[in-house]
């Protein structure tokens, strides 16, 4: 069973009048984001979330390069290694062609971050992943991506028990930016609540991320509003049962 699932990309901060659409939309914001500080964040972690406080730095665990960790938790958020490699809790470029949030610019994240698939781990091993348990009805999401890449995709699963997956492409397309040389603090607003999230990467090549945030109250008719809405049509599939 599936159904039509829209998801909105804004490409500009906007602020606005208008009211969510559609059930199970998804709004993409990467415009809107703050410097990280020491208490949000970290120094030197680059940018952090203009909604929400940051939840989940990694800037206090031991670094986990190959063969990974299976689990880890902050705040709340449960990371759970899927397929493939699975994930590693790392810092700066690792021999797994890993880049950081931010590499090459004055936004550079300096501090630990998360990769999947593992530096130094197995080659053309498939796609690996991990899904993060929210641990809440979460109807904002964001994080710092690194290097937005086409074979890079996030899988958002609903309360409802449906899910939707974008490519990287998907949101580069949206965004304008260039495959494997934008990183961007990503915002995403749901109007139906969301408990965890799947992030893969397909081969070798890697989809780093850092400064996790999420929150439960619907943020006010947000964003989401008004003109500059770029829309485009996934499939919100149910997730298998049983
Ligand atoms: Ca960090």
């Known amino acids: 069973m599936a159904r039509k699932h829209m998801i909105l990309a804004v490409v500009l901060g906007i602020l606005g009048m208008a009211t969510l659409a559609h059930a199970g939309t998804i709004v993409a914001v ?5 410097a990280c500080t020491a208490t949000n964040g970290g120094t030197g ?33 449960t990371f759970t290694a899927g397929g493939g490699d699975g994930f590693a809790i790392v810092n700066g470029e690792g021999p797994g062609y890993n880049k950081e949030p931010g590499y090459g610019t004055s936004a550079n994240d300096t501090t630990n971050y998360i990769s999947t698939p593992i530096p130094g781990g197995t080659t053309n091993q498939g796609l690996s992943s991990y899904t993060i348990n929210l641990g809440m009805n979460a109807y904002y999401f964001g ?5 937005i890449d086409t074979y890079n995709t996030i899988t958002f699963n609903f ?15 949206q965004f304008g930016g260039t495959a ?4 961007s603090f990503v915002n995403f ?21 850092d400064n996790f945030a999420a929150q439960t109250p619907e943020p006010t008719s947000m964003l989401l509003l008004g003109t500059g809405l770029l829309g485009f049509a996934g499939t919100r599939k149910w997730w298998k049962r049983g």
């Open 45 to 77: 972690a680059g940018l952090c979330s203009a909604y929400a406080p940051t939840a989940v730095t990694f800037n206090n665990q031991a670094l986990a390069n190959y063969p990974g960790v299976a689990s880890y938790t902050e705040n709340g958020f």
């Open 180 to 183: 494997g040389s934008t990183s």
């Open 143 to 147: 994080f710092y991506w690194s290097t």
């Open 30 to 34: 990467n415009t809107n984001s703050v």
């Open 159 to 173: 309360a409802d028990k449906t899910s939707v997956s974008y490519s990287g492409l998907d949101f580069i397309n």
């Open 189 to 209: 607003f749901f109007d139906s609540a969301v408990t965890s999230v799947t992030m893969s990467s397909n081969d070798t090549y890697a989809l780093e991320a």
